[in-house]
Nanobody, 122 residues
Framework: QVQLVESRGGLVQAGGSLRLSCAAS????????MGWFRQAPGKEREFVAG????????NYADSVKGRFTMSRDNTKNTVYLQMNSLKPEDTAVYCC???????????????WGQGTQVTVSL
């Protein structure tokens, strides 16, 4: 019973930056661990970044470390993904995910947003 809405996707040239946002319904946002996943054509959905509710620690896929930064604003029930130094291989549909009772980012658990398209061109 959680609704997630992504926004701020778009088209950017390689080397540029974009910020994605994901707004969650309700006022229990802080109880959920929040993650960003992405899926490119012909590929399975993959984990990109996440923030655990327990202390707010973050982790990132190796492919985006040093380039992407995830943050959360519990007051606004919103998480963000700041994407810098974008590469064409970052092109994908990015989806927001919320998981209660977090253990791992593996699998398809939790609630999912509708996805937002990010396209990186040369």
């Amino acid at each position: 019973q959680v609704q997630l809405v992504e926004s701020r996707g778009g088209l950017v040239q390689a080397g540029g930056s974009l910020r994605l946002s994901c707004a969650a319904s309700g006022r229990t946002f802080s109880a959920y661990s929040m993650g960003w996943f992405r899926q490119a054509p012909g590929k399975e959905r993959e984990f990109v970044a996440g923030i655990r509710w327990t202390g707010g620690s973050t982790n990132y896929a190796d492919s985006v470390k040093g380039r992407f930064t995830m943050s959360r604003d519990n007051t606004k029930n919103t998480v963000y993904l700041q994407m810098n130094s974008l590469k064409p291989e970052d092109t994908a549909v990015y989806c927001c995910n919320a998981r209660l009772g977090f253990t791992t980012w593996a699998g398809d658990g939790g609630y999912w947003g509708q996805g937002t398209q990010v396209t990186v061109s040369l």
